[in-house]
C-alpha cells in the first residue's frame, strides 16, 4: 500500500526558510514523479512544483519560483521541498503526490494518484 508521509512544516517569520520532506513507502519511487501542492484556508489546491524520475526536470509556480527548490533521494525514496524567503502567502498546507504517467506542463492535480495528509506552513508578517 502506498503511503507519502510529509514532515518539516511549522510556523516561521517573513524572510525565514523552511525543508519540507515526503517519505514515499509502498511504490517504485524512482519510477514516480513527484509534486508538491499546497491548499489554503478557503482556496482550491494548487501546484507548487515537480520533480521527474531522476531529477531531470523540475517545474514550478510562478508564485514560487526563485524562491523554492524540489529535490528528490532516489535511495532514501524521498523528496524535498526548500523553502526560501517565505512569504504570508505562502500559508497553506503543503501536500505531496505522486504519479506514474508521463505528462507535461501545466501540471493539474488530476495528474497525481497518491497524496499525503498535508504538513502545515504559517507564514507571520
Known amino acids: 500500500q502506498a503511503q507519502l508521509v510529509e514532515s518539516g512544516g511549522g510556523l516561521v517569520q517573513a524572510g525565514d526558510s523552511l525543508r519540507l520532506s515526503c517519505a514515499a513507502s509502498?511504490?517504485?519511487?524512482?519510477?514516480?514523479?513527484m509534486g508538491w501542492f499546497r491548499q489554503a484556508p478557503g482556496k482550491e489546491r494548487e501546484f507548487v512544483s515537480v520533480i521527474y524520475l531522476n531529477g531531470e526536470h523540475t517545474y514550478y509556480a510562478d508564485s514560487v519560483k526563485g524562491r523554492f527548490t524540489i529535490s528528490r533521494d532516489n535511495a532514501k525514496n524521498t523528496v524535498y521541498l526548500q523553502m526560501n524567503s517565505l512569504e504570508p502567502e505562502d500559508t497553506a498546507v503543503y501536500y505531496c503526490?505522486?504519479?506514474?504517467?508521463?505528462?507535461?506542463?501545466?501540471?493539474?492535480?488530476?495528474?497525481?494518484?497518491?497524496w499525503g495528509q498535508g504538513t502545515q506552513v504559517t507564514v507571520s508578517s
Open positions: 509502498g511504490l517504485t519511487f524512482s519510477a514516480a514523479i
Open positions: 503526490a505522486s504519479a506514474f504517467r508521463w505528462f507535461t506542463p501545466p501540471i493539474s492535480a488530476s495528474n497525481f494518484i497518491y
